[in-house]
């Protein structure tokens, strides 16, 4: 099996646990057995270790095919887009989120949607597919397409999947939510169902930025290959 080939089937694997699992009637069918606890046991092994397998395919390839060339002005795109996706990724992990693992209760609090929840119901989910796709704009090749494309994919549709499922165990809850909200960033923010409150979220801001320019001096060491703009 070639290394490229490798990450196709990895990427596969990533998928099929992820969404295939979560996400369908299996989930409930091993939730009973297994109970809600052992199911998540079971499903964050085998999340990390499909993900650690895609990570170790990936790093082995040869990045030698191209689907498209690098240029620069792909470069910029994932320059633009990154720092957004690293303030997302701040600004969800410090809020309370009723559609994040465990955190379903925060659901009935009517003043739950604050900070970057007014912008995305979905920061994390949205952050890594910004990630991924703006990695996958600046990375041509057929290893990085399967990576990056594989990773995007369970994000994007994983934030449409857990919208249904949330939407069908939490009931009016989640439709109040869910209306003072939205999945594409300011969605509801321009439809009138929300507002933008600085105050809220300018600590994620600056640091994201912080971060982002870290991760920019730091680039060659932990993705091996320098930014080339």
């Known amino acids: 099996m070639s290394a490229n080939t490798l990450v196709l089937v990895a990427a596969l694997l990533f998928v099929i646990t992820h969404l295939g699992i979560s996400s369908t009637?299996?989930?409930?069918?091993?939730?009973?057995?297994?109970?809600?606890?052992?199911?998540?046991?079971?499903?964050?092994?085998?999340?990390?270790?499909s993900l650690g397998f895609l990570v170790y395919a990936y790093a082995g390839s040869p990045h030698t095919a191209f689907v498209y060339g690098p240029s620069i002005a792909l470069n910029w795109i994932a320059v633009v887009v990154?720092?957004?996706?690293?303030?997302?990724l701040v600004g969800g992990v410090t809020?309370?989120?009723?559609s994040a693992v465990m955190q379903d209760q925060s659901v009935h609090d009517p003043d739950v949607v604050h900070g970057f929840l007014r912008i995305t119901r979905h920061p994390v989910q949205m952050a890594i597919f910004l990630w991924a796709i703006a990695h996958l704009a600046a990375n041509?090749?057929?290893?990085?397409?399967?990576?990056?494309?594989?990773?995007?994919?369970?994000?994007?549709?994983?934030?449409?999947?857990?919208?249904?499922?949330?939407?069908a165990a939490l009931g009016e809850d989640w439709r109040r939510f869910a209306m003072q909200t939205s999945v594409i960033p300011f969605?509801?923010?321009v439809a009138g169902r929300n507002r933008l409150v600085f105050s809220e979220i300018w600590i994620p801001i600056v640091v994201g930025l912080a971060l982002w320019i870290v991760l920019l001096w730091?680039?060659?060491w932990i993705g091996g290959v320098p930014i080339m703009l």
Request: charged letters at 15%.
């Open 95 to 98: 809020v309370r989120n009723p």
């Open 187 to 189: 969605g509801a923010i």
């Open 25 to 49: 009637a299996l989930r409930g069918v091993l939730a009973k057995g297994l109970g809600d606890r052992g199911f998540m046991g079971l499903y964050s092994v085998l999340a990390f270790a």
């Open 140 to 167: 041509g090749d057929l290893a990085s397409v399967w990576f990056f494309g594989g990773l995007g994919l369970v994000s994007g549709l994983g934030m449409w999947l857990m919208d249904r499922k949330k939407a």
């Open 218 to 220: 730091a680039h060659t």
């Open 82 to 88: 990154m720092p957004f996706a690293i303030m997302l």
